[in-house]
């Protein structure tokens, strides 16, 4: 019988040996059961089935408790630990933690994970054959997919981010009762920022292709984040002076992107929706509040203020 890491054998209680576990052998090779890694009572010469890992002396052990993934298997792990040299340490489990080395993660620090997050991985082995963690890219998870019915559409779903990129971001979409999940893409100018990965996201579904993968959006739908980001705008020129702004419809998309978290189309929506309703114009690839707006603004600030104040002076006591 061959023993390796990362698999269960069924192996024979050879001897207790205080105060570190129980020797069990497969008749060629002995292993340690540490105290910690039992579950239950254990005789002298019953058979067991146990998981075998290294230990932290890099020994081959063995333990009773049941693993969250085994060896060639993909699943979803959560980070429970960050080495700043070696990487990120996944519960799998057992009493031993599991590496997902730093070259297996982006080279951008806020791509990668956080302790919390949950990671989908598979379990392999190191040039020693010691336990090592993979990230699970389509290769591995297309297979456990479905397709998306064509009745998600417009709906909202939460989703787990298996591939960050700067330019567009993949991800799993929680498949519920249907399965493992669905396979999805969020571009760039369809999220606020960057999205790490193992992070949860909630998304809009806002086309599904014939192969049953989606595209998705972290915004919502046009005519909803029109008045949404014309009021971002308008509370950016608000604290401008004047209630000017350097910015125009003539402003490149990635100053727009990176200066609102919007698309220059949805600026440009929002900025027309402003110019219409008589709130702002435009002038020299300059945007400037009309006076009678920035006054009205300014007005409203000012009522708001002073009703948060007289509601602190007046303190609890008013309210009975």
């Given at each position: 019988?061959s023993?390796?890491?990362g698999?269960k054998?069924?192996?024979?209680v050879?001897?207790?040996k205080?105060?570190?576990?129980?020797?069990?052998?497969?008749?060629d090779?002995?292993v340690?059961?540490?105290?910690?890694?039992?579950?239950?009572?254990?005789?002298?010469?019953?058979?067991?089935?146990?998981?075998l890992?290294?230990?932290t002396?890099d020994?081959?052990a063995?333990?009773?408790?049941?693993p969250l993934?085994?060896?060639?298997?993909?699943?979803?792990?959560?980070v429970?630990?960050?080495?700043?040299?070696?990487?990120?340490?996944?519960?799998?489990?057992?009493?031993?933690?599991l590496?997902l080395?730093?070259r297996?993660?982006p080279e951008?620090?806020e791509?990668?994970?956080?302790?919390?997050?949950?990671?989908?991985?598979?379990?392999?082995h190191?040039k020693?054959?010691?336990?090592l963690?993979?990230?699970?890219?389509?290769?591995?998870?297309a297979?456990?997919?479905?397709p998306?019915?064509?009745?998600?559409k417009n709906?909202?779903?939460?989703a787990?981010?298996y591939k960050p990129?700067?330019?567009?971001?993949?991800?799993?979409i929680?498949?519920?009762?249907l399965?493992?999940?669905a396979?999805g893409?969020?571009h760039s100018?369809?999220?606020t920022?960057l999205l790490?990965?193992?992070q949860?996201?909630?998304?809009?579904v806002v086309?599904?292709?014939?192969?049953?993968?989606v595209?998705?959006s972290?915004?919502?739908?046009?005519h909803?984040g029109r008045?949404e980001?014309?009021?971002?705008i308008?509370?950016?020129m608000?604290?401008?002076?004047?209630?000017?702004?350097?910015?125009?419809?003539?402003?490149?998309?990635?100053?727009?992107?990176?200066?609102?978290?919007i698309?220059?189309?949805?600026f440009?929506?929002?900025?027309?929706?402003?110019?219409?309703e008589?709130l702002?114009y435009?002038?020299?690839?300059?945007?400037?509040?009309?006076?009678?707006?920035?006054?009205?603004?300014q007005?409203?600030?000012?009522?708001?203020?002073?009703?948060?104040t007289?509601?602190a002076e007046?303190g609890?006591?008013s309210?009975?």
């Amino acid at each position: 019988m061959s023993l390796e890491a990362g698999t269960k054998a069924r192996l024979q209680v050879a001897r207790e040996k205080s105060p570190f576990g129980y020797f069990l052998t497969d008749g060629d090779r002995d292993v340690l059961l540490h105290y910690s890694e039992t579950v239950g009572k254990i005789q002298q010469g019953e058979h067991i089935e146990v998981f075998l890992f290294h230990d932290t002396e890099d020994r081959l052990a063995a333990t009773m408790k049941e693993p969250l993934i085994r060896l060639g298997e993909t699943q979803l792990l959560e980070v429970v630990d960050i080495h700043q040299r070696f990487g990120v340490f996944l519960d799998m489990g057992i009493g031993r933690n599991l590496l997902l080395p730093f070259r297996d993660l982006p080279e951008l620090k806020e791509l990668r994970p956080e302790v919390g997050d949950k990671v989908f991985v598979t379990l392999g082995h190191d040039k020693q054959g010691r336990m090592l963690a993979r990230l699970a890219g389509e290769r591995e998870l297309a297979p456990k997919a479905f397709p998306a019915p064509s009745s998600w559409k417009n709906q909202w779903v939460e989703a787990r981010v298996y591939k960050p990129l700067q330019d567009a971001t993949f991800v799993l979409i929680d498949g519920g009762v249907l399965g493992f999940g669905a396979i999805g893409m969020i571009h760039s100018s369809e999220r606020t920022g960057l999205l790490r990965l193992g992070q949860t996201v909630k998304a809009r579904v806002v086309f599904v292709r014939e192969d049953g993968r989606v595209n998705l959006s972290t915004r919502q739908p046009k005519h909803v984040g029109r008045d949404e980001d014309s009021e971002a705008i308008l509370n950016v020129m608000r604290e401008r002076p004047n209630g000017a702004m350097p910015y125009s419809d003539q402003t490149p998309a990635d100053i727009i992107l990176n200066r609102f978290k919007i698309s220059k189309g949805a600026f440009k929506r929002a900025l027309g929706k402003l110019m219409k309703e008589g709130l702002v114009y435009q002038k020299e690839n300059w945007t400037y509040l009309k006076p009678e707006a920035l006054e009205q603004l300014q007005a409203e600030e000012a009522a708001r203020a002073a009703e948060t104040t007289g509601a602190a002076e007046q303190g609890p006591e008013s309210a009975t």
